[in-house]
């Protein structure tokens, strides 16, 4: 901060004057001086006028012009000197940079804020008349976000602004923002109750304009619990109650979110609201009573409102599923009880209220569905799926305990897939729900699903260390377990690439690393097509598995590296694990052919460099350029035809066209 700010600050003219006086035949020092900024103050880094407008020194903010200082210079934000004086509240300032400094009354901020909006948002009414009559400043010019000065006064409930601007300044009341709000809009929003009066009553706002979302002055005042000037919209602006939003939402639908029971009663009594109106989704008003636990809401719409308990929404979701999903067990107990609400209901999955307080851990809702309510508990959705299923596959292990221990839950239950209980616990990493239902309730560590795959193959693929060791060790699970297509705990570990699991199955589950499925592929092969390249590693240097291992076609693990695009992999299994370049499969196709075949030009130039054969010829005597040519890969033909050895060797066979 210079000493012209500290002076401009405090207002001592005279301590200015003589500073600047004591300046002549020095203009570059002067004017250098007049346009600093500080950081040091209030203000955004404002220059010595700016400090004197917003402080309201007219004598120093004639002298710091006289002296040369520019009207229209701005801080960091684009604040003029000008919006300072207006901020401020300061009239005659402003007056003067108008009138003799001819200071420019639309200047815009950053934001686009002009000198009147910033009058009319801080409620500085003789500003604003000067402004508009004198200074003949814009009505209706608009920020960045298409906000009229209006919409700032009813913002702020600045009423005599507000009424000045329209009558005298002919501001137009149906001005919208960007988002198409209008002045009545922000002024219901804001709770300005006797704006919102105003307006309508003698601007002629209009009570059902909608901005871009479809949304009414009426939304508006409802979202904000707005409560007295709902009221008065409706009975006084004749506010239509059943509009929607955009999302259907009725005013109605607010004020049950919101708990407001006598505003319910009064709109539905006195405004005559549809009980049963519902949103986009379908979603009745009961529901959102259910959804966020209001009993005497719920109540009041059921026996006053005859709201019916029955209506679902679009997904067949009833106002008990709600309820039980939201662990409102007071609502749910009243909903059976006196509500007569059917505890079998299902939405358009088939999934039951039971299944829903099971997935949402609602253990006392679950138990008084159960007990109570003679909820199923065997009840499965369009799925199969039961709700011990549910309970497991969310991790809710009270609520698993007490499924099976007090009602009866069938441990060993299988979905349509023939998944069970632990399946999904297993898949799902639930380590402590896998561990009680192996040791409490007598689950099969070995049942297989459609498939044929075991709970510990998902574990395993599903990296679930913990899991794994736990149903070996103590669950006494099958390592060498396959499914359907052979494959064994270990193959699913490797697709999962979690090298630790891997480490472990061979170490001390002792997995067999070359065992195969039913189309002859190894764990390694599986690792190289699927690029686990510290899997590949350790297999190959710890499990001593066999580089050279073919599937039934002959393939080997670099075929499958190749075809992948793993060239880290190839490189690794022909410089370290030494596998060979030149290998067939059963149609005497080299890796080198697969690499061209799937238009992988990098690895078919690490190939080459490392003594892949051109010349190698498939059972149709076409060697690798041929099957590149015919696939259109240009260039890998192109690469391929430049490194061609005019020596041809001999043919090789391959079973690729």
Not at 392 to 397: D, G, P, Q, T, V
Not at 510 to 532: C, F, Q, S
Not at 612 to 635: F, M, S, Y
């Amino acid at each position: 901060m210079t000493l012209l700010h500290l002076a401009a600050e405090e207002g001592t003219v005279k301590i200015i004057r003589f500073f600047l006086n004591s300046l002549k035949g020095h203009e570059t020092t002067l004017k250098s001086l007049l346009e600093a900024t500080t950081t040091y103050s209030f203000y955004k880094n404002p220059t010595a006028l700016h400090l004197a407008a917003a402080r309201g020194y007219l004598d120093v903010v004639q002298c710091l012009v006289e002296h040369g200082a520019d009207v229209n210079v701005k801080n960091n934000l684009d604040q003029s000197v000008l919006h300072y004086a207006a901020q401020g509240n300061k009239l005659d300032v402003v007056q003067w940079l108008v009138e003799y400094g001819k200071a420019n009354v639309e200047a815009a901020n950053n934001d686009g804020w002009r000198v009147l909006h910033y009058a009319a948002l801080l409620n500085k009414w003789d500003v604003v008349q000067w402004l508009v009559e004198h200074g003949k400043a814009n009505v209706e010019a608009t920020d960045n976000d298409g906000i009229t000065v209006l919409h700032y006064a009813a913002i702020e409930n600045k009423l005599d602004v507000v009424q000045w601007l329209v009558e005298h300044g002919k501001a137009n009341v149906e001005a919208t923002n960007n988002d198409g709000k209008t002045v009545l809009h922000y002024a219901a929003q804001k709770n300005k109750w006797h704006v919102v009066q105003w307006l309508v009553e003698h601007g002629k706002a209009n009570v059902e304009a909608t901005d871009n979302d479809g949304w009414r002055v009426l939304h508006y005042a409802a979202i904000e619990n707005k409560w007295d000037v709902v009221q008065w919209l409706v009975e006084h602006g004749k506010a239509n109650v059943e509009a929607k939003n955009e999302y259907g939402i009725t005013v109605l639908h607010y004020a049950v979110q919101g708990n407001k029971l006598d505003v319910i009663q009064w709109l539905v009594e006195h405004g005559k609201a549809n009980v049963e109106a519902t949103d986009n989704d379908g979603i009745t008003v009961l529901h959102y009573a259910a959804r966020w636990n209001k009993l005497d809401v719920v109540q009041w719409l059921v026996e006053h409102g005859k709201a019916n308990v029955e209506d679902t929404d679009k997904y067949g979701i009833t106002v008990l599923h709600y309820a039980a999903r939201w662990n409102k067990l007071d609502v749910v107990q009243w909903l059976v009880e006196h509500g007569k609400a059917n505890v079998e209901a299902t939405d358009k999955y088939g999934i039951t209220v039971l299944h829903y307080a099971a997935r949402w851990n609602k253990l006392d809702v679950v138990q008084w569905l159960v007990e109570h309510g003679k909820a199923n508990v065997e009840a499965t959705d369009k799925y199969g799926i039961t709700v011990l299923h549910y309970a497991a596959r969310w991790n809710k292990l009270d609520v698993v305990q007490w499924l099976v221990e007090h009602g009866k839950a069938n441990v060993e239950a299988t979905n349509n897939d023939g998944k069970t209980v632990l399946h999904y616990a297993a898949q799902k990493n639930k380590w402590h729900v896998v561990q009680w239902l192996v040791e409490h309730g007598k689950a099969n560590v070995e049942a297989t699903d459609n498939d044929g795959i075991t709970v510990l193959h998902y574990a395993a693929i599903e990296n679930k260390l913990d899991v794994v060791q736990w149903l070996v060790e103590h669950g006494k699970a099958n390592v060498e377990a396959t499914n359907k297509d052979g494959m064994t705990v270990l193959h699913y570990a490797v697709q999962g690439n979690e090298l630790d699991i891997v480490q472990w199955l061979v170490e001390h589950g002792k997995a067999n690393v070359e065992a195969t499925d039913k189309y002859g592929m190894t764990v390694l092969h599986y690792a190289a097509i699927e690029n686990k390249w510290d899997v590949v590693q350790w297999l190959v240097e710890h499990g001593k598995a066999n580089v050279e291992a073919t599937n039934k076609h002959g393939m080997t693990v670099l075929h499958y590296a190749v075809q992948g695009n793993k060239l880290d992999v190839v490189q690794w299994l022909v410089e370290l694990g030494k596998a060979n370049v030149e290998a067939t499969d059963n149609g005497g196709c080299t890796v080198l052919h697969y690499a061209a075949i799937e238009n992988k030009l990098d690895v078919v130039q690490w190939l080459m460099e490392h003594g892949a054969d051109v010349n190698a010829t498939n059972i149709n005597g076409k060697t690798p350029i041929n099957l590149a040519e015919e696939r259109e890969h240009k260039k890998i033909t192109g690469y391929l035809k430049k490194s061609l050895n005019i020596k041809k060797k001999d043919s090789r066979i391959c079973r690729v066209n």
